[in-house]
């Protein structure tokens, strides 16, 4: 079958439309205990989860997602920044501060030695990923401007750090643009297909983003081009979300029986009001069904990184990292230029913040509840992407190097960016997780760490 009937309104609709009504205690049970096997959900039986209402049905599908993520990725939880490269966009997409007619937008696109500067700022946070961004236009960010961008992001320096990994967040292209961004290195290429509901995309969004075939085949093309991470996502709030997330599994589904391999990740951006754009969603996700859906994409995806923005408010945030969020962006600036000024507010955003909190702050808070930050690069610079990541992740392997290079990673953030008091904490939590580290590694694992107070950088397993 081809991708655009997989996902086709009526398709989905006939899933919607089977799975209808409450699931009860029993059925829940059952759809979780299989869930449990770590094969991930069909879309029916996702939906069947999305239909629960009652507290204790929602508390038993929380506490199963919950368990898969530790299982899989331990008690983790990766960092990263968005870099803004430019707002200029031929694209008027309804929801968007960058729209082609948002004429409050103040217009820009950084120079490489801005990004420079950018990034050096970003590594004085302690980052170590970025994802780079951009609006969609020929004139202002052509690909090869894109990947300029890249070269230089990977080679600035600053003190001891530097950033290892730059993932990608740019409209659809062409196989031949794809291939560019796989020679200049990049990690994952994101991109969202914003609605699954044909009517509703073409609705949403004016310019070439508006043709939704190109859209939803990009992923093919990033892949064809050699880019086998690939992160996937819909931007909740323009249609029924019930819609999205069975439509976004069935396309998931549709890429790992053509390729081989699944989503590296899934995003859960919820619609955000932009400056200067005025726009209502029309089919707003609460916060309790966010939740609920962020669980079930754990469960049926139980293999797949998802990725949390700082679009969400610190108390959502954390529960989600608890339910199932593996990624998060941290000390976010949404505008080209943002952390120049050390991260005060610019102009020229593309939508608002609800967690304008500091790295220092956001992992002082995750510490608090025993989550290890991490700032891992490992795989993508071990070359384990693609097919060869899917091995260890559905072997259940990657577990046993998320947990040391996670501590390894916190480790040289505590020596090289932490406060005294954040330092003494993060030692603390080293120690106590420094045990979850498998037996055969412990030595060289404790070895690499006192190598870090000595001034190395860069050890991973
Ligand atoms: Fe441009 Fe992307 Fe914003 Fe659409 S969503 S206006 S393509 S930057
Ligand atoms: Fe990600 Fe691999 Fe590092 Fe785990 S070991 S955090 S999967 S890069």
């Known amino acids: 079958?081809?991708?655009?009937?997989?996902?086709?309104?009526?398709?989905?609709?006939?899933?919607?439309?089977?799975?209808?009504?409450?699931?009860?205690?029993?059925?829940?049970?059952?759809?979780?205990?299989?869930?449990?096997?770590?094969?991930?959900?069909?879309?029916?039986?996702?939906?069947?989860?999305?239909?629960?209402?009652?507290?204790?049905?929602?508390?038993?599908?929380?506490?199963?997602?919950?368990?898969?993520?530790?299982?899989?990725?331990?008690?983790?939880?990766?960092?990263?920044?968005?870099?803004?490269?430019?707002?200029?966009?031929?694209?008027?997409?309804?929801?968007?501060?960058?729209?082609?007619?948002?004429?409050?937008?103040?217009?820009?696109?950084?120079?490489?030695?801005?990004?420079?500067?950018?990034?050096?700022?970003?590594?004085?946070?302690?980052?170590?990923?970025?994802?780079?961004?951009?609006?969609?236009?020929e004139v202002a960010s052509p690909i090869d401007y894109i990947c300029d961008c890249i070269r230089e992001i990977y080679a600035t320096k600053e003190g001891r750090g530097e950033i290892r990994r730059v993932n990608v967040n740019i409209a659809a292209t062409t196989t031949e643009n794809y291939r560019k961004l796989k020679e200049v290195g990049i990690g994952t290429y994101q991109l969202f297909q914003e609605t699954y509901h044909r009517k509703t995309y073409e609705k949403m969004h004016r310019g070439p983003k508006g043709d939704y075939q190109r859209q939803l085949t990009a992923h093919c093309r990033a892949f064809e081009a050699g880019l086998d991470d690939y992160g996937m996502g819909v931007l909740f709030g323009l249609y029924d979300y019930k819609f999205e997330v069975v439509s976004l599994l069935s396309h998931a589904r549709w890429m790992e029986e053509r390729y081989g391999v699944g989503p590296h990740t899934v995003s859960v951006p919820r619609i955000k009001p932009a400056p200067?754009?005025?726009?209502?969603?029309?089919?707003?996700?609460?916060?309790?069904?966010?939740?609920?859906?962020?669980?079930?994409?754990?469960?049926?995806?139980?293999?797949?990184?998802?990725?949390?923005?700082?679009?969400?408010?610190?108390?959502?945030?954390?529960?989600?990292?608890e339910i199932g969020i593996s990624q998060a962006s941290v000390g976010s600036r949404t505008a080209p230029g943002g952390y120049a000024d050390g991260g005060a507010e610019s102009a020229g955003e593309q939508f608002e913040l609800s967690d304008r909190r500091g790295m220092e702050e956001t992992i002082a808070s995750v510490c608090a509840r025993g989550h290890i930050p991490s700032f891992c690069t490992a795989c993508y610079r071990s070359k384990r992407t693609g097919e060869a990541f899917m091995r260890l992740a559905k072997t259940g392997e990657i577990n046993k190097l998320c947990t040391p290079n996670a501590l390894l990673t916190f480790k040289e953030f505590l020596v090289d960016y932490a406060s005294p008091s954040l330092r003494k904490e993060g030692e603390a939590l080293i120690e106590r997780m420094a045990g979850e580290v498998e037996k055969a590694k412990q030595e060289e694992f404790r070895r690499r760490l006192k190598r870090i107070e000595n001034g190395e950088r860069d050890l991973f397993f």
């Open 276 to 321: 200067g754009i005025c726009f209502v969603p029309p089919a707003p996700v609460s916060d309790r069904d966010f939740l609920k859906l962020i669980a079930v994409y754990r469960l049926a995806l139980p293999y797949t990184g998802m990725i949390i923005s700082t679009r969400e408010p610190p108390e959502i945030r954390e529960k989600a990292f």
């Open 1 to 137: 079958m081809e991708l655009a009937e997989v996902v086709e309104e009526r398709r989905i609709a006939q899933i919607l439309n089977a799975a209808e009504g409450e699931p009860t205690k029993e059925e829940v049970g059952q759809i979780l205990a299989k869930a449990m096997e770590k094969k991930g959900l069909s879309p029916l039986q996702a939906a069947r989860l999305l239909n629960i209402e009652a507290e204790e049905l929602l508390r038993m599908l929380f506490a199963a997602s919950s368990a898969i993520k530790r299982e899989i990725y331990g008690n983790r939880l990766v960092w990263f920044a968005p870099i803004y490269l430019s707002n200029y966009c031929t694209n008027s997409c309804a929801y968007c501060g960058f729209s082609a007619t948002n004429a409050m937008l103040k217009r820009k696109r950084l120079s490489l030695g801005e990004v420079a500067e950018q990034t050096r700022a970003l590594i004085r946070m302690g980052h170590k990923r970025l994802l780079v961004e951009a609006g969609e236009s």
